[in-house]
Structure formats: C-alpha cells, structure tokens
Nanobody, 119 residues
C-alpha cells in the first residue's frame, strides 16, 4: 500500500488561490495513478483530478477545468493541486488518493485537508 499525507489547506477568499501537496511513501510505481478527491459537508465524495506518475493525460472534473492544475514529481514522490479562482462551492475536505494503473478503484487515501473559501 501507499501512504499519503496531504497539506496546504486553509481559509481563502473567493477568487484566491491555494496549492495542496500530497507526499507519497511506500510501494509507489511509475505507472500508478494519483488523484485528488473532495467531500463537501453533507455531500458525496467527488473526483477532482488525476494524473499518472508519468504525467500522462491529466483529467479533471468539469467544474474545476481551467482553474485547477494537477502535477507530480516522481523523484520527490509529491503530487500537487494548484487551485486558482477559488469559489465558495470549492469548500470541502480534499483527499489525495492512489491506485495501480491496472485497477479501477483508488485504494490508498490520505487523511484529508480542509479547504474553506469565503464569499
């Protein structure tokens, strides 16, 4: 399994920016897929973005396209989520997750970091 630790959450005004970081350790492989999810209060967990360690084909949920950017550094075993033009509806606990390329489900999760966007 992969151990994941998120950081970088906080309180920001609407229109502001934050960068979340995720430190990975344990059994990581170059073709693993790393993702960011979020859960707002009273709502289901939602996929936000994903990228492989090779950097191939990053993907995003429609609501963050053009505002969020996922990136990774395999040497440092770090995954980042740059969030710009934040909106109050982006308020949620953000989780880093990992899965093997051959698997469909993410099976390693971090503890989450709170992002609060004030209007």
């Amino acid at each position: 399994q992969v151990q994941l630790v998120e950081s970088g959450g906080g309180l920001v005004q609407a229109g502001g920016s934050l960068r979340l970081s995720c430190a990975a350790s344990g059994r990581t492989f170059i073709r693993d897929v790393m993702g960011w999810f979020r859960r707002a209060a009273g709502k289901e967990r939602e996929f936000v973005a994903a990228i492989s360690w090779t950097g191939d084909s990053p993907s995003y949920v429609d609501s963050v396209k053009g505002r969020f950017t996922i990136s990774r550094d395999y040497v440092k075993k770090m995954v980042y989520l740059q969030m710009n033009s934040l909106k109050p509806e982006d308020t949620a606990v953000y989780y880093c997750a990992a899965r093997r390329q051959s698997e469909s489900d993410f099976d390693s999760w971090g503890q989450g970091t709170q992002v609060t966007v004030s209007s």
